[in-house]
């Protein structure tokens, strides 16, 4: 039941192993004295976001003495739950100042994801609590998520779905239906937006269906002879994805202007972030006709409870996914075992993965 709150005792067992994965940036902080409060309590405050019931948290439940898991924790709930806790894992709830300060015998905020600005950093920091994330855990998902909507849109998946479903195919007068026209990915220009571990693995992916890989510049970052502008980079290609985070200079940086720059009928695909591109724009792209066709794994608000340009009926060629790239059952395993990993490093005064 959400909110119900299931004290566990700490297993025994073994070392975890370490998450080895390249490109995934956990050098270990610089030693400290050992931290051994007595009991370790720890708190999940969200972790239903995380484990469906098909994850191994034992990893995890070792590094403590206690520790409770919370399904989900309304805002108003998250200082009490954290009362006579050393370490508190969050996926998104929001841990500000005010909760910080409530708890000043909290150590360790332990985020079950790679982005924390879910935290105050800055009071973390003075307060003296140690702040660790996951890297490069959901690589090889959002890859082969990536290349199954670039598919997708390539082949038109969808729309022969739906034909078959709606009877058009029984109706046919021919052995298939070719109502939609299919493209190869096969010699065709893929541009990343974001070539680190993950554009990296999104590019290799596609070489193995013989495209040629362009790599942009991203807006706010210095120059560099690999990286083309996107005014250089738009123009040349016919598929487009993404994989960069968003700040100040990346927000909207596919707008309207930039849009109009891709070929006609090229495909875009996001499973960054959601304010990477202007929605709007998107929405009006494809309703022209401009563009071939676009999926996104991302919106700029969710979930998108107050609705979203890119939810409107009738908007041609669109696929979205509830923001589940990241979720295959092996990438969500790894972010148990790096949380596990991030606890056992504090509690031996070799912190790591820290951001704060």
Same mark, same amino acid.
């Given at each position: 039941?959400?909110? $119900? ?5 700490a297993?025994?067992g +073994? /070392?975890?192993e370490l998450?080895?994965?390249? +490109?995934?940036?956990?050098?270990p ?7 051994m409060? *007595?009991?370790r ?6 972790h ?12 995890l439940?070792?590094q403590?003495?206690?520790f409770?898991? @919370? ?9 009490e739950?954290? $009362? ?5 894992? *969050?996926?998104?709830?929001? &841990?500000?100042?005010?909760v910080?300060a409530? #708890? ?5 905020? !332990? ?25 490069g855990y959901?690589t090889?998902?959002v890859?082969?998520?990536t ?14 779905? $739906?034909?078959?479903?709606e ?5 046919a ?9 299919i493209?190869?990915?096969?010699g065709k220009?893929?541009? !990343?937006l ?6 990296g693995?999104?590019a290799?992916?596609? /070489?193995? @269906? +013989?495209m040629?890989?362009l790599?942009? !510049?991203i807006p706010?970052?210095?120059?560099r002879?690999?990286r083309?502008?996107? /005014?250089?980079l ?7 994805t993404?994989h960069?985070? &968003? ?10 202007? /930039?849009l109009? !720059? ?7 695909? #996001?499973?960054a972030?959601? +304010? ?7 929405a009006d792209?494809?309703?022209s ?6 999926a996104?794994?991302v919106? *700029? ?6 609705? #979203?340009?890119?939810l409107e ?5 669109l696929?979205?996914?509830?923001? *589940? ?5 092996e ?6 075992? $790096?949380?596990?990993e991030n606890?056992?490093?504090? @509690?031996?005064?070799?912190?790591r993965?820290?951001?704060s």
């Amino acid at each position: 039941m959400p909110g $119900q709150g299931m004290s566990r005792k700490a297993l025994t067992g +073994g /070392e975890v192993e370490l998450d080895t994965a390249p +490109g995934a940036h956990h050098k270990p902080a610089p030693a400290q004295e050992m931290f051994m409060p *007595s009991p370790r309590r720890a708190v999940f405050l969200d972790h239903q976001s995380l484990d469906l019931g098909d994850l191994d948290l034992s990893p995890l439940q070792q590094q403590f003495d206690q520790f409770e898991l @919370f399904a989900a924790t309304a805002p108003e709930q998250v200082a009490e739950r954290l $009362q006579g806790a050393v370490a508190v894992v *969050s996926n998104k709830v929001v &841990l500000d100042a005010a909760v910080l300060a409530a #708890n000043p015998q909290l150590k360790l905020i !332990l985020v079950a994801a790679t982005g924390t600005n879910n935290v105050d950093l800055a009071a973390a920091r003075a307060q003296g609590i140690t702040v660790c994330n996951c890297q490069g855990y959901g690589t090889p998902s959002v890859a082969q998520h990536t290349l199954a909507l670039l598919l997708a849109l390539a082949t038109r998946l969808c729309d022969y779905h $739906q034909a078959v479903a709606e009877g058009q195919w029984a109706k046919a007068n021919q052995f298939c239906l070719l109502d939609f026209p299919i493209v190869e990915l096969q010699g065709k220009t893929l541009g !990343l937006l974001g070539h680190g571990e993950l554009g990296g693995a999104v590019a290799r992916l596609a /070489e193995a @269906f +013989g495209m040629r890989v362009l790599s942009g !510049l991203i807006p706010g970052r210095p120059q560099r002879a690999d990286r083309l502008p996107l /005014e250089a980079l738009l123009p040349q290609v016919d598929a487009l994805t993404l994989h960069c985070p &968003l700040n100040e200079h990346t927000r909207h940086m596919l707008g309207a202007r /930039e849009l109009a !720059l891709l070929k006609p009928g090229a495909l875009v695909v #996001n499973t960054a972030r959601g +304010g990477l591109i202007d929605e709007q724009a998107l929405a009006d792209a494809l309703r022209s006709g401009h563009l071939g066709g676009a999926a996104t794994d991302v919106l *700029s608000v969710e979930p998108p409870v107050n609705g #979203n340009p890119l939810l409107e009926a009738g908007i041609p060629r669109l696929i979205i996914t509830p923001h *589940s790239a990241w979720g295959a059952v092996e990438a969500r395993q790894r972010i148990v075992g $790096q949380l596990s990993e991030n606890a056992q490093a504090f @509690f031996a005064g070799q912190p790591r993965r820290v951001v704060s």
